[in-house]
């Protein structure tokens, strides 16, 4: 059986390390692995404790900051001339929540520009690698899958879309958790929208399945930045009153990696198909989101497949 592919962002910390060691142990055989880092000695180690877990892995480990426009063009570039047949599976679940107002190396508050710009461009950028299939044909095996890793926090939020990121100017103002939910629900409208336009796309519309998800709330990396206090005190008494239970995370991801019920478009609390917040369900939002990031991304908003 031909192997699928899969790229899987955010794979060497976190979430992204328990489902990667999840689907290394039962369904090792099934994929080969593109697992795009930012510090290959980490993304090395890693490849070792999964060849522990199986020792049959097949991983390709290849580097990308996605804080940096030219470093991510460069992944997918170097992800070309691997000359696999055609991509499967994308799982855009690296992020970052951040203590105080950064810069990406494009200049971009670094919440949004890591979070949202940065796996919107990865995104977009790779539409073409995704098998391609006939029209009206509808085989499970043709089937590929992008799953965006949101947050429940993305409810807390509404855009400016005239303001959409903070500058130096308003650095004094910076708000960890604001920011990073604003993150959430561009992850959000941006699945939503990206459904919508490869739904009008004959080459995709019958075999690339869109989601977006909240994971739960588990203890992980994402927070080491912020400040003591946060880190020892509120975030220990949140977890305990609102943490998930590692299992059905992972359940949730590996559901719609997997996706055998071919959702798209949907968006799900760890592994419970809900709906989102008014602002994130209104379509003429993800429209604009869309047109927004396109132009910070120098892009075409008009998907050319």
């Known amino acids: 059986m031909e192997k699928k592919v899969i790229i899987f962002t955010g794979s060497t910390d976190g979430i992204g390390l328990l489902v990667m060691n999840h689907l290394v142990k039962e369904n090792c055989e099934q994929y080969k692995f593109i697992l795009p880092v930012r510090n290959l000695e980490k993304g090395e180690a890693l490849h070792k404790e999964l060849k522990v877990i199986n020792e049959k892995v097949d991983i390709t480990l290849m580097e990308m900051d996605l804080s940096s426009f030219e470093s991510i063009r460069n992944f997918v570039k170097n992800f070309n001339q691997l ?168 359940n949730g991801i590996v559901n719609l990696i997997e996706n055998n019920s071919n959702h798209s478009g949907k968006y799900f609390s760890i592994s419970k198909e809900t709906s989102p917040s008014s602002f994130a369900s209104n379509p003429e939002n993800s429209k604009l989101l869309w047109e927004k990031t396109c132009e910070l991304l120098s892009l075409n908003p008009e998907l050319d497949l």
């Open 83 to 250: 000359n696999l047949p055609h991509l499967d599976i994308l799982v855009n679940n690296a992020g970052v929540m951040l203590p105080s107002f950064q810069k990406t190396k494009d200049g971009f508050e670094s919440t949004i520009g890591i979070n949202h710009l940065g796996t919107s461009l990865l995104t977009l950028l790779l539409l073409k690698n995704f098998k391609k299939v006939s029209d009206g044909a509808n085989n499970c095996e043709d089937q590929c899958n992008i799953v965006i890793l949101s947050s429940e926090f993305h409810q807390r939020e509404q855009l400016n879309f005239d303001k959409l990121l903070l500058t130096e100017n308003d650095s004094s103002s910076f708000d960890t958790l604001r920011e990073y939910s604003k993150s959430k629900l561009c992850n959000l409208l941006f699945s939503n929208e990206l459904h919508n336009r490869l739904n009008l796309c004959k080459t995709t519309k019958n075999n690339i399945r869109v989601n977006s998800l909240h994971p739960g709330y588990l203890k992980t990396p994402i927070n080491r930045d912020l400040s003591w206090f946060t880190r020892n005190i509120i975030a220990p008494i949140f977890f305990f009153g609102y943490g998930s239970k590692t299992e059905d995370t992972i």
